[in-house]
Protein backbone atom coordinates (compact mmCIF):
# COMPACT_ATOMS: atom_id res chain seq x y z
CA UNK A 1 0.00 0.00 0.00
CA UNK A 2 2.33 3.03 -1.34
CA UNK A 3 0.37 5.52 0.11
CA UNK A 4 1.95 7.88 3.11
CA UNK A 5 0.62 7.30 6.56
CA UNK A 6 1.10 8.44 10.15
CA UNK A 7 1.46 5.72 12.59
CA UNK A 8 -1.21 6.10 15.58
CA UNK A 9 -0.85 4.42 18.77
CA UNK A 10 -3.65 4.59 21.35
CA UNK A 11 -2.75 2.79 25.08
CA UNK A 12 -6.10 2.66 26.46
CA UNK A 13 -6.64 0.76 29.79
CA UNK A 14 -7.21 -2.44 27.79
CA UNK A 15 -4.29 -2.18 25.97
CA UNK A 16 -2.93 -0.82 22.95
CA UNK A 17 -4.27 -0.62 19.65
CA UNK A 18 -2.44 0.83 16.41
CA UNK A 19 -3.20 2.28 13.24
CA UNK A 20 -1.84 3.15 9.75
CA UNK A 21 -4.11 6.67 9.06
CA UNK A 22 -3.39 8.78 6.09
CA UNK A 23 -3.24 12.64 6.26
CA UNK A 24 -6.59 12.58 5.19
CA UNK A 25 -8.18 10.60 8.02
CA UNK A 26 -8.60 7.19 5.94
CA UNK A 27 -7.75 4.06 8.51
CA UNK A 28 -5.83 1.88 6.28
CA UNK A 29 -5.03 -1.12 8.71
CA UNK A 30 -5.62 -1.22 12.48
CA UNK A 31 -4.66 -3.99 15.08
CA UNK A 32 -4.98 -4.26 19.14
CA UNK A 33 -3.37 -6.13 22.12
CA UNK A 34 -5.31 -7.13 24.89
CA UNK A 35 -3.44 -5.86 28.16
CA UNK A 36 -4.70 -7.21 31.95
CA UNK A 37 -4.87 -4.87 34.88
CA UNK A 38 -3.85 -6.57 38.06
CA UNK A 39 -6.27 -5.11 41.12
CA UNK A 40 -6.31 -5.61 44.57
CA UNK A 41 -8.35 -5.27 47.66
CA UNK A 42 -6.45 -2.36 49.14
CA UNK A 43 -7.12 -0.22 46.05
CA UNK A 44 -4.71 -1.19 43.73
CA UNK A 45 -4.61 -1.39 39.96
CA UNK A 46 -1.35 -1.69 37.98
CA UNK A 47 0.22 -2.55 34.74
CA UNK A 48 3.03 -3.94 33.41
CA UNK A 49 4.41 -1.30 30.99
CA UNK A 50 7.12 -4.04 29.03
CA UNK A 51 3.37 -5.72 27.56
CA UNK A 52 2.05 -2.53 26.30
CA UNK A 53 5.44 -1.94 24.20
CA UNK A 54 5.46 -6.16 23.04
CA UNK A 55 2.17 -5.20 22.10
CA UNK A 56 2.53 -2.35 20.00
CA UNK A 57 5.73 -4.23 18.42
CA UNK A 58 3.27 -6.95 17.72
CA UNK A 59 0.20 -4.72 16.44
CA UNK A 60 2.73 -2.75 14.45
CA UNK A 61 4.12 -5.98 12.97
CA UNK A 62 0.14 -7.07 12.28
CA UNK A 63 -0.39 -4.03 10.19
CA UNK A 64 2.25 -4.20 8.61
CA UNK A 65 1.46 -7.53 7.25
CA UNK A 66 -2.08 -6.40 5.99
CA UNK A 67 0.16 -4.48 3.73
CA UNK A 68 1.28 -0.78 4.85
CA UNK A 69 4.28 0.29 3.75
CA UNK A 70 6.54 1.12 6.32
CA UNK A 71 8.79 3.00 4.27
CA UNK A 72 5.50 5.53 3.61
CA UNK A 73 5.50 6.24 7.32
CA UNK A 74 5.70 10.34 7.95
CA UNK A 75 5.26 10.43 12.04
CA UNK A 76 3.82 8.89 14.81
CA UNK A 77 0.96 10.24 16.83
CA UNK A 78 0.32 9.11 20.57
CA UNK A 79 -2.93 9.44 22.68
CA UNK A 80 -4.26 7.17 25.84
CA UNK A 81 -5.10 6.75 29.43
CA UNK A 82 -4.00 9.69 31.55
CA UNK A 83 -3.19 10.55 35.04
CA UNK A 84 -1.44 7.28 35.72
CA UNK A 85 1.78 6.95 36.74
CA UNK A 86 5.47 4.73 35.40
CA UNK A 87 8.37 4.83 37.61
CA UNK A 88 11.31 5.15 35.02
CA UNK A 89 14.55 4.35 35.62
CA UNK A 90 17.82 6.33 34.64
CA UNK A 91 18.24 3.83 31.40
CA UNK A 92 14.60 4.91 30.24
CA UNK A 93 13.20 1.46 31.08
CA UNK A 94 9.89 0.80 33.92
CA UNK A 95 11.51 0.88 37.16
CA UNK A 96 8.19 -0.99 38.79
CA UNK A 97 4.32 -1.47 37.28
CA UNK A 98 2.42 1.10 36.63
CA UNK A 99 -0.04 2.53 39.01
CA UNK A 100 -3.37 3.13 36.74
CA UNK A 101 -5.72 5.89 37.48
CA UNK A 102 -7.68 4.03 39.75
CA UNK A 103 -5.06 3.19 41.85
CA UNK A 104 -6.44 5.10 45.36
CA UNK A 105 -3.58 3.26 47.16
CA UNK A 106 -2.03 6.70 47.78
CA UNK A 107 -4.72 8.29 49.61
CA UNK A 108 -3.84 8.04 53.25
CA UNK A 109 -1.11 10.22 51.88
CA UNK A 110 -2.28 12.43 49.64
CA UNK A 111 -5.16 13.41 51.89
CA UNK A 112 -2.95 15.25 54.25
CA UNK A 113 -1.39 17.43 51.79
CA UNK A 114 -4.33 18.52 50.53
CA UNK A 115 -6.18 18.20 53.25
CA UNK A 116 -6.14 20.61 56.47
CA UNK A 117 -7.73 21.03 59.79
CA UNK A 118 -11.07 22.30 58.12
CA UNK A 119 -11.63 20.30 55.43
CA UNK A 120 -14.76 20.33 52.64
CA UNK A 121 -14.77 17.17 50.14
CA UNK A 122 -11.36 16.34 51.63
CA UNK A 123 -10.29 19.69 50.86
CA UNK A 124 -8.62 22.71 53.23
CA UNK A 125 -9.52 25.77 51.79
CA UNK A 126 -5.86 27.00 51.83
CA UNK A 127 -4.30 24.04 49.80
CA UNK A 128 -7.77 24.28 47.09
CA UNK A 129 -6.79 27.91 46.54
CA UNK A 130 -3.45 27.78 46.21
CA UNK A 131 -3.97 25.22 43.57
CA UNK A 132 -6.81 26.92 41.99
CA UNK A 133 -5.30 30.07 41.44
CA UNK A 134 -2.45 28.18 38.78
CA UNK A 135 -3.78 25.42 37.69
CA UNK A 136 -7.79 24.99 37.75
CA UNK A 137 -7.40 21.58 39.41
CA UNK A 138 -5.96 19.82 42.81
CA UNK A 139 -5.00 16.38 43.44
CA UNK A 140 -7.49 14.14 44.75
CA UNK A 141 -7.50 13.15 48.50
CA UNK A 142 -8.42 9.86 47.50
CA UNK A 143 -5.13 9.09 46.02
CA UNK A 144 -6.06 8.40 42.41
CA UNK A 145 -3.82 10.50 40.11
CA UNK A 146 -0.31 11.15 39.82
CA UNK A 147 0.47 12.93 43.41
CA UNK A 148 -0.89 10.04 45.33
CA UNK A 149 0.70 7.53 42.98
CA UNK A 150 4.26 9.17 43.91
CA UNK A 151 3.47 9.77 47.42
CA UNK A 152 2.61 5.83 47.53
CA UNK A 153 5.84 5.06 46.18
CA UNK A 154 7.74 6.96 48.28
CA UNK A 155 6.17 5.58 51.40
CA UNK A 156 5.16 1.91 50.38
CA UNK A 157 7.78 1.41 47.72
CA UNK A 158 10.92 2.74 48.24
CA UNK A 159 13.46 0.48 46.66
CA UNK A 160 11.42 1.04 43.56
CA UNK A 161 11.52 5.06 44.13
CA UNK A 162 15.30 5.09 44.71
CA UNK A 163 15.53 2.97 41.44
CA UNK A 164 12.73 5.45 39.39
CA UNK A 165 14.84 8.75 37.96
CA UNK A 166 11.38 10.04 36.18
CA UNK A 167 7.81 9.64 37.07
CA UNK A 168 5.77 9.75 33.57
CA UNK A 169 2.42 9.58 32.22
CA UNK A 170 2.18 6.52 30.15
CA UNK A 171 2.05 8.67 27.29
CA UNK A 172 4.83 10.47 28.12
CA UNK A 173 6.75 7.11 28.73
CA UNK A 174 6.09 6.03 24.86
CA UNK A 175 7.24 9.15 23.57
CA UNK A 176 10.54 8.21 25.45
CA UNK A 177 10.49 4.51 24.26
CA UNK A 178 10.08 5.59 20.66
CA UNK A 179 12.44 9.02 20.48
CA UNK A 180 14.97 8.63 23.77
CA UNK A 181 13.12 11.88 25.25
CA UNK A 182 11.91 12.17 28.76
CA UNK A 183 9.52 15.16 27.90
CA UNK A 184 5.94 16.26 29.17
CA UNK A 185 3.50 18.42 28.07
CA UNK A 186 0.91 20.94 29.85
CA UNK A 187 -2.15 18.39 28.56
CA UNK A 188 -0.43 15.13 29.49
CA UNK A 189 0.31 16.70 32.75
CA UNK A 190 -2.87 17.41 33.56
CA UNK A 191 -4.11 15.55 36.39
CA UNK A 192 -0.60 16.04 38.72
CA UNK A 193 -1.77 19.64 38.74
CA UNK A 194 1.37 21.14 38.66
CA UNK A 195 1.56 23.27 36.06
CA UNK A 196 0.75 27.09 36.05
CA UNK A 197 -2.44 26.43 33.15
CA UNK A 198 -3.77 30.44 33.46
CA UNK A 199 -4.14 31.81 30.38
CA UNK A 200 -1.29 33.22 28.69
CA UNK A 201 1.39 31.76 30.64
CA UNK A 202 4.47 29.85 28.89
CA UNK A 203 4.77 26.13 29.88
CA UNK A 204 6.32 25.68 33.29
CA UNK A 205 6.04 23.67 36.28
CA UNK A 206 4.44 25.70 39.73
CA UNK A 207 7.52 25.39 41.91
CA UNK A 208 5.13 26.00 44.94
CA UNK A 209 2.90 23.34 44.05
CA UNK A 210 5.61 20.77 43.48
CA UNK A 211 7.07 21.54 47.12
CA UNK A 212 3.75 21.50 48.47
CA UNK A 213 2.66 17.88 46.75
CA UNK A 214 5.88 16.62 48.29
CA UNK A 215 7.18 15.98 44.55
CA UNK A 216 10.83 15.77 43.69
CA UNK A 217 11.17 18.10 40.90
CA UNK A 218 14.56 16.00 39.77
CA UNK A 219 11.77 13.44 38.95
CA UNK A 220 9.13 15.18 36.66
CA UNK A 221 10.13 15.08 33.01
CA UNK A 222 10.59 18.01 30.68
CA UNK A 223 7.93 20.34 30.59
CA UNK A 224 7.28 21.23 26.49
CA UNK A 225 4.51 23.14 24.72
CA UNK A 226 1.85 20.64 23.71
CA UNK A 227 2.04 19.59 19.95
CA UNK A 228 6.11 19.50 20.18
CA UNK A 229 7.86 16.80 17.95
CA UNK A 230 10.08 15.29 20.68
CA UNK A 231 12.44 13.97 17.80
CA UNK A 232 12.87 11.15 15.57
CA UNK A 233 12.18 7.53 15.95
CA UNK A 234 15.28 6.14 17.81
CA UNK A 235 16.95 3.95 14.73
CA UNK A 236 16.59 1.18 16.70
CA UNK A 237 13.21 1.36 17.83
CA UNK A 238 12.63 2.05 14.17
CA UNK A 239 14.52 -1.39 12.88
CA UNK A 240 12.43 -3.55 15.82
CA UNK A 241 9.13 -1.96 14.13
CA UNK A 242 9.92 -2.14 11.00
CA UNK A 243 9.43 1.20 10.55
CA UNK A 244 11.79 4.61 9.11
CA UNK A 245 13.17 7.14 11.70
CA UNK A 246 9.90 10.12 11.35
CA UNK A 247 9.23 12.53 13.50
CA UNK A 248 6.75 11.75 16.40
CA UNK A 249 4.98 13.90 18.64
CA UNK A 250 4.38 14.49 22.21
CA UNK A 251 1.68 12.40 23.35
CA UNK A 252 -2.08 13.92 24.04
CA UNK A 253 -4.57 12.52 26.55
CA UNK A 254 -7.73 10.35 25.08
CA UNK A 255 -9.75 13.73 26.01
CA UNK A 256 -8.10 15.70 23.92
CA UNK A 257 -7.58 13.36 20.99
CA UNK A 258 -11.45 12.31 21.37
CA UNK A 259 -12.51 16.05 20.66
CA UNK A 260 -10.13 16.28 17.55
CA UNK A 261 -11.50 12.80 16.62
CA UNK A 262 -14.92 13.39 17.30
CA UNK A 263 -14.72 16.03 14.33
CA UNK A 264 -16.56 18.26 16.71
CA UNK A 265 -13.42 21.00 17.10
CA UNK A 266 -15.78 24.32 17.24
CA UNK A 267 -16.07 26.13 20.54
CA UNK A 268 -18.54 24.74 22.88
CA UNK A 269 -19.20 22.29 20.17
CA UNK A 270 -19.83 18.31 22.28
CA UNK A 271 -19.08 15.07 22.08
CA UNK A 272 -19.52 11.96 24.12
CA UNK A 273 -17.42 8.89 24.60
CA UNK A 274 -18.22 5.10 25.93
CA UNK A 275 -14.94 3.72 26.10
CA UNK A 276 -13.52 1.72 29.26
CA UNK A 277 -14.43 5.00 31.01
CA UNK A 278 -16.48 8.05 29.60
CA UNK A 279 -16.69 11.62 29.41
CA UNK A 280 -18.81 14.24 27.89
CA UNK A 281 -16.26 17.25 26.41
CA UNK A 282 -15.53 20.53 24.20
CA UNK A 283 -13.79 23.45 23.47
CA UNK A 284 -13.84 26.31 25.84
CA UNK A 285 -12.36 29.75 25.30
CA UNK A 286 -11.67 30.24 29.40
CA UNK A 287 -10.22 28.69 32.70
CA UNK A 288 -12.83 27.54 35.08
CA UNK A 289 -13.28 24.88 37.89
CA UNK A 290 -16.34 23.20 39.69
CA UNK A 291 -15.04 21.31 42.36
CA UNK A 292 -18.80 20.57 43.36
CA UNK A 293 -18.92 18.32 40.17
CA UNK A 294 -15.47 17.61 39.47
CA UNK A 295 -15.34 19.38 36.23
CA UNK A 296 -12.74 21.73 35.19
CA UNK A 297 -11.38 23.46 31.52
CA UNK A 298 -8.08 22.10 31.30
CA UNK A 299 -5.18 23.21 29.01
CA UNK A 300 -6.43 21.88 25.06
CA UNK A 301 -4.76 20.78 22.25
CA UNK A 302 -4.44 24.41 20.87
CA UNK A 303 -2.41 27.15 22.19
CA UNK A 304 -5.04 29.54 24.13
CA UNK A 305 -8.01 26.88 24.04
CA UNK A 306 -9.20 24.55 27.13
CA UNK A 307 -11.24 21.35 27.64
CA UNK A 308 -13.88 20.55 29.40
CA UNK A 309 -12.48 17.55 31.49
CA UNK A 310 -14.60 15.20 33.19
CA UNK A 311 -14.66 11.34 33.62
CA UNK A 312 -17.39 8.63 34.37
CA UNK A 313 -14.98 5.84 36.44
CA UNK A 314 -16.58 2.97 34.36
CA UNK A 315 -18.54 2.87 31.51
CA UNK A 316 -18.13 -0.01 28.52
CA UNK A 317 -15.99 -1.43 31.58
CA UNK A 318 -19.44 -2.29 32.77
CA UNK A 319 -21.25 -4.21 29.85
CA UNK A 320 -17.38 -6.34 30.11
CA UNK A 321 -18.11 -7.15 33.76
CA UNK A 322 -21.45 -8.29 32.91
CA UNK A 323 -20.61 -10.53 30.53
CA UNK A 324 -17.59 -12.05 32.53
CA UNK A 325 -18.39 -12.31 36.07
CA UNK A 326 -22.48 -12.77 35.82
CA UNK A 327 -23.27 -13.86 32.37
CA UNK A 328 -20.36 -16.26 32.53
CA UNK A 329 -18.31 -14.63 29.38
CA UNK A 330 -18.14 -16.17 26.23
CA UNK A 331 -20.35 -13.85 23.84
CA UNK A 332 -18.89 -10.97 21.78
CA UNK A 333 -20.13 -7.25 22.65
CA UNK A 334 -22.36 -7.24 19.36
CA UNK A 335 -24.13 -10.32 20.43
CA UNK A 336 -25.08 -8.96 24.03
CA UNK A 337 -26.59 -5.68 22.38
CA UNK A 338 -28.73 -7.99 20.30
CA UNK A 339 -29.61 -9.57 23.54
CA UNK A 340 -30.21 -5.97 25.14
CA UNK A 341 -32.39 -5.33 22.27
CA UNK A 342 -34.80 -8.11 23.28
CA UNK A 343 -35.94 -5.93 26.32
CA UNK A 344 -37.91 -3.07 25.65
CA UNK A 345 -36.98 0.67 26.79
CA UNK A 346 -36.59 0.88 29.92
CA UNK A 347 -35.75 -3.04 30.82
CA UNK A 348 -39.04 -3.42 32.32
CA UNK A 349 -38.53 -0.89 35.06
CA UNK A 350 -34.97 -2.74 35.38
CA UNK A 351 -32.10 0.08 36.46
CA UNK A 352 -28.54 -0.04 37.21
CA UNK A 353 -25.85 1.83 38.87
CA UNK A 354 -22.95 2.02 36.86
CA UNK A 355 -20.33 2.80 39.77
CA UNK A 356 -18.08 -0.30 40.09
CA UNK A 357 -14.67 1.41 40.98
CA UNK A 358 -17.01 4.36 42.82
CA UNK A 359 -17.09 7.73 40.96
CA UNK A 360 -15.21 11.08 39.61
CA UNK A 361 -17.98 13.31 37.98
CA UNK A 362 -20.07 14.81 38.82
CA UNK A 363 -20.02 13.26 42.46
CA UNK A 364 -16.05 12.53 43.56
CA UNK A 365 -17.06 9.56 45.47
CA UNK A 366 -14.71 6.20 45.60
CA UNK A 367 -16.98 4.76 48.33
CA UNK A 368 -19.73 4.39 45.55
CA UNK A 369 -20.69 0.98 44.33
CA UNK A 370 -22.86 -0.50 41.56
CA UNK A 371 -26.58 -1.88 41.77
CA UNK A 372 -28.88 -3.61 40.48
CA UNK A 373 -32.25 -2.39 40.88
CA UNK A 374 -36.16 -3.24 40.75
CA UNK A 375 -35.11 -7.22 40.01
CA UNK A 376 -38.27 -9.48 39.57
CA UNK A 377 -38.55 -13.06 39.60
CA UNK A 378 -39.41 -11.77 35.63
CA UNK A 379 -35.99 -10.47 35.06
CA UNK A 380 -34.15 -11.90 32.35
CA UNK A 381 -30.86 -11.77 30.35
CA UNK A 382 -31.99 -9.32 27.91
CA UNK A 383 -33.22 -6.99 30.70
CA UNK A 384 -30.09 -6.88 32.71
CA UNK A 385 -28.18 -6.27 29.51
CA UNK A 386 -30.08 -3.31 28.78
CA UNK A 387 -30.34 -2.07 32.02
CA UNK A 388 -26.32 -1.67 32.23
CA UNK A 389 -26.48 0.22 28.55
CA UNK A 390 -29.23 2.47 29.94
CA UNK A 391 -27.55 3.09 33.34
CA UNK A 392 -24.39 4.04 31.50
CA UNK A 393 -26.75 6.40 29.27
CA UNK A 394 -28.62 7.47 32.37
CA UNK A 395 -24.67 8.39 34.17
CA UNK A 396 -24.04 10.08 30.91
CA UNK A 397 -27.52 12.26 31.83
CA UNK A 398 -26.34 13.03 34.91
CA UNK A 399 -23.13 14.34 33.84
CA UNK A 400 -24.25 16.37 30.99
CA UNK A 401 -26.48 18.39 33.25
CA UNK A 402 -23.86 19.48 35.11
CA UNK A 403 -21.63 20.22 31.51
CA UNK A 404 -24.43 22.58 30.60
CA UNK A 405 -24.60 24.31 33.31
CA UNK A 406 -20.66 24.68 33.66
CA UNK A 407 -20.27 26.04 29.97
CA UNK A 408 -23.77 27.78 30.59
CA UNK A 409 -25.38 26.68 27.29
CA UNK A 410 -27.21 23.54 25.89
CA UNK A 411 -25.50 21.02 23.82
CA UNK A 412 -27.82 20.11 20.85
CA UNK A 413 -26.16 17.76 19.37
CA UNK A 414 -23.26 15.50 20.44
CA UNK A 415 -20.76 13.21 18.54
CA UNK A 416 -20.38 9.91 19.91
CA UNK A 417 -17.33 7.74 19.91
CA UNK A 418 -15.49 5.03 21.20
CA UNK A 419 -15.92 1.11 21.27
CA UNK A 420 -19.70 1.50 22.98
CA UNK A 421 -20.42 3.55 20.14
CA UNK A 422 -20.28 0.80 17.49
CA UNK A 423 -23.74 0.07 19.54
CA UNK A 424 -26.53 1.58 17.45
CA UNK A 425 -28.60 1.03 20.16
CA UNK A 426 -26.61 2.25 22.62
CA UNK A 427 -26.37 5.43 20.57
CA UNK A 428 -30.38 5.52 20.53
CA UNK A 429 -30.40 5.13 24.11
CA UNK A 430 -27.74 8.19 24.48
CA UNK A 431 -30.15 10.23 22.26
CA UNK A 432 -33.20 9.21 24.12
CA UNK A 433 -32.20 9.49 27.41
CA UNK A 434 -29.93 12.76 27.04
CA UNK A 435 -32.65 13.93 24.69
CA UNK A 436 -30.03 15.12 22.44
CA UNK A 437 -29.29 14.68 18.37
CA UNK A 438 -26.14 12.02 18.68
CA UNK A 439 -24.15 11.92 15.73
CA UNK A 440 -22.08 9.09 15.44
CA UNK A 441 -19.08 8.87 13.93
CA UNK A 442 -17.24 6.67 11.20
CA UNK A 443 -15.31 3.95 12.94
CA UNK A 444 -16.09 5.12 16.49
CA UNK A 445 -13.69 2.55 18.08
CA UNK A 446 -10.95 3.99 16.31
CA UNK A 447 -11.72 7.69 16.46
CA UNK A 448 -8.98 8.20 19.33
CA UNK A 449 -6.70 6.78 16.75
CA UNK A 450 -7.82 8.96 13.91
CA UNK A 451 -7.70 12.10 16.11
CA UNK A 452 -3.89 11.47 16.97
CA UNK A 453 -2.74 11.20 13.40
CA UNK A 454 -4.81 13.75 12.61
CA UNK A 455 -3.22 16.04 15.46
CA UNK A 456 0.19 14.53 14.83
CA UNK A 457 0.00 15.75 10.80
CA UNK A 458 -1.09 19.34 11.78
CA UNK A 459 1.75 19.64 14.64
CA UNK A 460 4.03 17.97 11.63
CA UNK A 461 2.18 20.44 9.01
CA UNK A 462 0.94 17.81 6.42
CA UNK A 463 -2.60 19.44 7.59
CA UNK A 464 -3.92 22.81 8.51
CA UNK A 465 -5.75 21.68 12.14
CA UNK A 466 -8.97 23.83 11.06
CA UNK A 467 -9.25 21.35 8.27
CA UNK A 468 -9.70 18.67 10.27
CA UNK A 469 -13.48 18.51 11.08
CA UNK A 470 -14.23 17.89 7.43
CA UNK A 471 -12.13 15.32 7.27
CA UNK A 472 -14.16 13.34 10.14
CA UNK A 473 -16.62 11.40 8.70
CA UNK A 474 -20.26 10.74 10.37
CA UNK A 475 -21.44 7.19 10.02
CA UNK A 476 -25.19 7.76 11.56
CA UNK A 477 -27.47 10.39 13.18
CA UNK A 478 -29.83 9.29 16.24
CA UNK A 479 -32.78 11.43 16.77
CA UNK A 480 -34.51 11.32 20.51
CA UNK A 481 -37.34 8.57 19.80
CA UNK A 482 -40.48 10.42 21.33
CA UNK A 483 -42.12 7.03 22.14
CA UNK A 484 -39.46 6.44 24.55
CA UNK A 485 -39.75 10.30 25.69
CA UNK A 486 -42.02 9.40 28.84
CA UNK A 487 -40.44 6.33 30.12
CA UNK A 488 -37.07 7.57 30.17
CA UNK A 489 -37.90 10.47 31.99
CA UNK A 490 -39.70 8.83 34.86
CA UNK A 491 -37.17 6.65 35.36
CA UNK A 492 -33.72 9.49 35.17
CA UNK A 493 -35.83 11.10 38.35
CA UNK A 494 -35.92 8.50 40.21
CA UNK A 495 -31.97 7.63 38.86
CA UNK A 496 -31.07 11.45 39.65
CA UNK A 497 -32.18 10.55 43.37
CA UNK A 498 -30.53 7.46 43.55
CA UNK A 499 -27.03 8.98 44.88
CA UNK A 500 -28.30 10.65 47.39
CA UNK A 501 -30.13 7.77 48.91
CA UNK A 502 -27.28 5.08 48.48
CA UNK A 503 -24.36 7.20 49.53
CA UNK A 504 -24.40 7.16 53.27
CA UNK A 505 -24.72 3.25 53.05
CA UNK A 506 -22.13 2.78 50.77
CA UNK A 507 -20.22 5.16 52.97
CA UNK A 508 -21.01 2.68 56.04
CA UNK A 509 -20.21 -0.38 53.65
CA UNK A 510 -16.71 0.96 51.95
CA UNK A 511 -15.48 3.93 54.18
CA UNK A 512 -11.96 3.66 55.01
Known sequence: MAEPWLLAVDLGTGGPKVAAVSAG???????????????????????????????????????????????????????????????????????????????????????????????????????????????????????????????????????????????????????????????????????????????????????????????????????????????????????????????????????????????????????????????????????????????????????????????HETAGLCLQWLRDNVLGGGEDYATLTSVAAAAPAGAGGVMFTPWLNGERSPVDDRNLRAAFLNLSLTTDRSSLVRAVMEGVAFNARWLLDAVEKFIRRPMPVLRILGGGAESALWCQAHADILNRRVEQVSEPTLANLRGAALYAASALGQVAFDDIARLIPVAAVYEPDPANRSTYESMYREYARVYGRLRPIYARLNGR
Open 25 to 311: GEILAHAARRVDTCYTPDGGATQDPETWWAGIRGAVEEILHAGVDGAEVTGVGITGQWGSTVPVDAAGRAAGPCLLWADTRGGKYSAPVIGGRLSVMGYGPGNLLRWMRLTGGAPSPHGADPTGHALQLQREHPEVYARTATLMEPLDYLGLRFTGRRAATPASMILSWLTDNRPGRPPAYAATLVRHARRDAARLPELVPTGTVLGDVLPEVAAELGLRPVPVVAGLPDLHTGYVGSGATAPLAGHVAISSTAWIGCAVPFKRTDLIHQLASVPGARPGEYLVANN
